[in-house]
DNA sequence: TTGAAAGCGCTAACAA
DNA sequence: TTGTTAGCGCTTTCAA
């Protein structure tokens, strides 16, 4: 595997025609004789010239390429975003320049200035708080950023979690739970938001809400803090987790304890992941729509990259997913 | 966010140096005189320089960056080799270039091409088989490729799937298992490996083998084809399947049919994803060590970059994970 | 230790 | 429709 790549002026030469014409020609700039769309076309079929991508964007300043940075990967939240933004970039001949901060916030800001100058615009899913992100409007690349704004001028794309706590704590209600419980993560600013809800629906029942902080927003930790909520003096007859990933975790070491779920306690998460239709009982949870919000960044993106004027702030409204691990109390 | 971003030549005119000297301070290539230091350093800072990575490339012909193609980011097992894969190229200074060809052949190829004008090297995940894949070794870049080659001539990464299939077999016979299903994914390139592991060991034992085709390597497919393997004549006492995705979506399907796991059949699967452990009864299955994968390849990719020679195949051991879904017979 | 100069491969006016 | 020319921002001999 190695060079002998051909170059514009290979082309050129071997064709008879300036490299100014090669390039018209495959860009598609323009129509030709016949003759010489013949010749170019056989020359650069023979030689296997393709044009070098970098050369180009160094003119142009357009690298057809977007930075998109999330937190974990491994996070199905976050493998739906990434999903969903990709299958837009392709569409649209964009490649996906992919950054996992490990939810490592200092690792945030070297990362995405470095990407920065590699791509048409990023998307951004950050824990930073708002008041240290000026920088990022630095960057002179458009920006798409993942969470409400109030400052700065970075369109944005946000499900609306409060909205969504507020269903899920409504129906709870519903089902006539009483001793409601949040498992929190509260690094995370949507945490607050889910938390607004549920405080602003059981108000209105004037019933209590009793919370645990949680450090990480994973399975592990789901299951760590289990014991701590369940084997005090009274257990909650209802936990909200931050996440499914969360609730997932907390299931497992509350039946591990001998709780039966959802007789003895139920639980529900947020973002819909796959994998809380498969445990027993199903998580019920707030779908938040993690693929349409990928696909909602990207296309806002790349509207602004194209020029078009968007709206500055997309909300995705949230979906109640009842499964069996929520059930009625009597 | 706009433009006037500062050029080596800007830094060079204020500094009063050549940009000569500014790039080869930028780069740290050599030593210089305090005075121009204190100079280049004030005015690098002062201007906000960073020096544009697409030009240098073009000279270098180094990007710093690496194209990743897997199959479907949002299967675990990849998403698992994404994460290795990227831990090590960060270490590297490295940026991860995703492909995603969601399990569409045709799309590889295109993607791939264009991809490697943008990149160092690449690591490739796909269903092609050997024979179509001479155009890789044409790119001109180094390659690692997953999966077994016999005649091209590019690195590889494995997991000893043969193996981890006999070992998992062989656990289930000795468990007191006769009647054996396996749930394959022929489009798959490992899935005769598996199948050969299984049945290697069931000719030991002189046991048939059932096979049942699958046609995705998804949890809908698992639970689509359930109820032809259960609601058979005479179903299996111990189910195969080609990953822990079909697994988990079949024992959801054979739950919801009255089957009680794991006493009316055994099922396993191959990866050892996350969730397997947070089903009901958890999932015993053969962990391929995802993750290391990524990490072996990435780190055999930037080894073949930096010149230094490799061993051109790397086999990583499976790991037999038992957990409830598998229960002795008697 | 520093600088001059020659490009890397391509595009974009502008002319012809 | 085609070609000339002047760079994009940077690195890299080579000479000073």
Redesign the interface.
Known sequence: ???N?ATIRDVAAAAGVSTATVSKFVNGAQRFSPAVEATITEVIERL?Y?S????A??ITGR?K?IGLSVLD??N?HF??I??GA??VALAHGY??????T?ENPERERPLL???S??VDGMIVFSRMREAEMDWM???????VFFGRLTRLEIPWVISDDHRGAYMLTRHLVSLGHRKIAYLSFPRSRRDEERLGGIRECLAQHQLELTIHEGSAPT?AEGERVCSSIMLGVEHPDALICYNDLMA??F??SA?GLGFKLPEDISVAGFDNI??G????PPLTTVDLQSERMGVAAMEKLIATIDGKAQPAATTIEPQLILRGSTLKRN
Chains 1, 2 share one sequence.
Not at 277 to 280: A, I, R
Request: charged share 20%.
């Open positions: 595997m190695k060079k790549v296997g393709r070098n991508p970098l050369a964007s160094m690298t390429s990967v491994g199905p493998t739906s990434v999903k990709n299958r490649t996906l320049l992919l950054v996992d490990e200035e470095a990407l100058r590699r409007t630095q960057l002179g690349k458009p920006l399975a997932l975790g299931m497992k039946q796959q994998y239709l498969y445990t027993s």
